[in-house]
T-cell receptor, first 111, second 115 residues
Framework: DQQVKQNSPSLSVQEGRISILNCDYT??????FLWYKKYPAEGPTFLIS?????DKNEDGRFTVFLNKSAKHLSLHIVPSQPGDSAVYFC??????????FGKGTRLHILP | KAGVTQTPRYLIKTRGQQVTLSCSPI?????VSWYQQTPGQGLQFLFE???????NKGNFPGRFSGRQFSNSRSEMNVSTLELGDSALYLC??????????????FGPGTRLTVL
């Protein structure tokens, strides 16, 4: 049973435009949500997180939105830059502190 | 500060063998977690160690085990290797136990291939 789903395996966005990466979850027992970015041959790098009691968190070009009623979160990157091309993982922390990751979305930023 | 280091970076084993992977966390970090990444399943949590104690465990068979030493370095062991164990094994460290918004810092991973 996949508790954290990233339904788009890949996404292509023009440089300078907004990239929107989506994530759905099924378990209401998650209390924190996190986004990680991964380049080939490197480990994931933490980007931004949001508590389940909030609906938005912003850090520079990155904003995460949480819609609890829809069990949906999204990561917005504005403006998209070439260095943003990577695989993005959505993760959720359960109240027993286990972390569940989605399968990732590969973002391609087009020149 | 040096990042999380994992050794070896690449490993080839045959079915039935066992393997030990090593992880050195960022200096001062006391929590170490292990993950398995495969194309089909994405990143899956294996276990978390804090102060030499296993604090949490994912849904993996008993062939997967780990330990943490007093200097916070950690090892994971996989016995009786199966073809399906071929994966990238990632180690992550954090300053404290994984609660709330505390973040983890990942190493580059060990690529294990089982033939």
């Amino acid at each position: 049973d996949q508790q954290v789903k990233q339904n788009s395996p890949s996404l292509s966005v023009q440089e300078g435009r907004i990239s929107i990466l989506n994530c759905d979850y099924t378990n209401s027992m998650f209390d924190y949500f996190l986004w990680y970015k991964k380049y080939p041959a490197e480990g994931p790098t933490f980007l931004i997180s949001i508590s389940s009691i909030k609906d938005k968190n912003e850090d520079g070009r990155f904003t995460v939105f949480l819609n609890k009623s829809a069990k949906h979160l999204s990561l917005h990157i504005v403006p998209s830059q070439p260095g943003d091309s990577a695989v993005y993982f959505c993760a959720a922390r359960r109240r027993d502190d286990k972390i569940i990751f989605g399968k990732g979305t590969r973002l391609h930023i087009l020149p | 500060k040096a990042g999380v280091t994992q050794t070896p970076r690449y490993l080839i084993k045959t079915r039935g063998q066992q393997v030990t992977l090593s992880c050195s966390p960022i200096s001062g970090h006391r929590s170490v977690s292990w993950y398995q990444q495969t194309p089909g399943q994405g990143l899956q949590f294996l276990f978390e160690y804090f102060s030499e104690t296993q604090r949490n465990k994912g849904n993996f068979p008993g062939r997967f085990s780990g330990r943490q030493f007093s200097n916070s370095r950690s090892e994971m062991n996989v016995s009786t290797l199966e073809l399906g164990d071929s994966a990238l094994y990632l180690c992550a460290s954090s300053p404290d136990v994984l609660v709330g918004g505390i973040t983890q810092y990942f190493g580059p991973g060990t690529r294990l291939t089982v033939l």
